[in-house]
């Protein structure tokens, strides 16, 4: 019996992989399977991740012939699993040993809760700890729907669900898994805050990696290539991947099974926390999409 699933997606992330895997081989939780989901790298990704599997039976690698877009390679980790409880690992991230048991034991002693996460601190490339999350006193359970949504965003608790997050497979599976959009995870969070409370671990479980060539400083510069990024056949001259994403997250606020009245206060938590605090990225989405057409955006919109 598997008791934990962890989907691990890469792409061109042969400089830390192997210590993200072998993290997840010293977890004192050892009925765990983890796949390995290589979105058509092009470096030394699979040499490092079939190394891994061929001497552990709980690693399965699964390549990909092209790239498929990032909530497609996340997805397919969540379709292959086969445990109750579903967590994604970033490729360049490492877990403490005890993370995983602490999240299962959180959850199976909190049968309401959908989500266990433990606390973050931040390492660099040599894996020393640098600075740490925010994240102390994060108490989701007696909150609700609308101050969930307004926690979660308020405090910027990213990790419970885009890394590290140890999820109730099948709530999962029912919000379909990572949405197809720049910062989907953000608008996962807000579904699944509006459905069910989160317990937090209070020891540190995580070690979220900064690096220069990490998704989040790559995508930062072009609106059309971030949203490629989740959409290879985008296709379209410009985007506004900001305000796409403010705008699902308003929706999942709106459409989520809540009395009216709780469903209007979170979606004034997204307004507060998001919107009203992110509105220079939204500026910077139609200043970035006017510059790209100024500078011949256009001539690369013709379908693939």
């Known amino acids: 019996m598997v008791t934990v699933t962890v989907g691990v997606p890469v792409r061109n992330g042969e400089e830390f992989l192997e210590r993200t895997l072998r993290a997840l081989q010293e977890q004192d939780l050892a009925d765990i399977e983890v796949i390995v989901a290589d979105n058509a790298s092009t470096d030394g990704t699979r040499k490092v991740a079939e190394a891994v599997a061929e001497e552990d039976p709980r690693f399965t690698y699964l390549p990909a012939e092209a790239n498929g877009g990032i909530p497609w390679n996340w997805n397919r980790t969540l379709a292959r699993a086969r445990a109750p409880y579903f967590m994604w690992n970033a490729a360049d991230d490492m877990v403490r040993p005890r993370h995983l048991t602490a999240c299962v034991d959180a959850l199976e002693s909190c049968p309401r809760a959908t989500i266990a996460f433990s606390r973050v601190q931040w390492c660099d490339p040599d894996d020393h700890v640098v600075d740490a999350m925010n994240d102390e006193g994060l108490d989701f359970l007696p909150l609700g729907p609308a101050d969930r949504v307004g926690l979660f965003l308020g405090r910027g608790v990213w990790q419970a669900v885009g890394w590290g997050g140890v999820f109730r497979t ?131 919109a013709t379908p693939a």
């Open 170 to 300: 099948a709530a999962l599976r029912e919000r379909g898994g990572l949405p197809d959009y720049w910062g989907g995870d953000f608008g996962l969070g807000v579904a699944m805050a509006m459905r069910a409370p989160w317990v937090q671990v209070p020891e540190i479980g995580y070690l979220a990696r900064r690096h220069p060539g990490q998704m989040t400083n790559l995508q930062a510069r072009d609106p059309v290539q971030q949203t490629r990024a989740y959409r290879p056949g985008f296709r379209r001259p410009v985007a506004f991947p900001q305000w796409y994403m403010n705008a699902r997250m308003l929706a999942e606020a709106a459409r989520a099974p809540a009395p009216a009245a709780e469903r209007a206060r979170a979606a004034l938590a997204v307004v507060r926390h998001w919107t009203v605090p992110d509105a220079r990225s939204l500026g910077s989405d139609v200043k970035r999409s006017l510059i790209r057409v100024a500078r011949g955006g256009l001539r690369d």
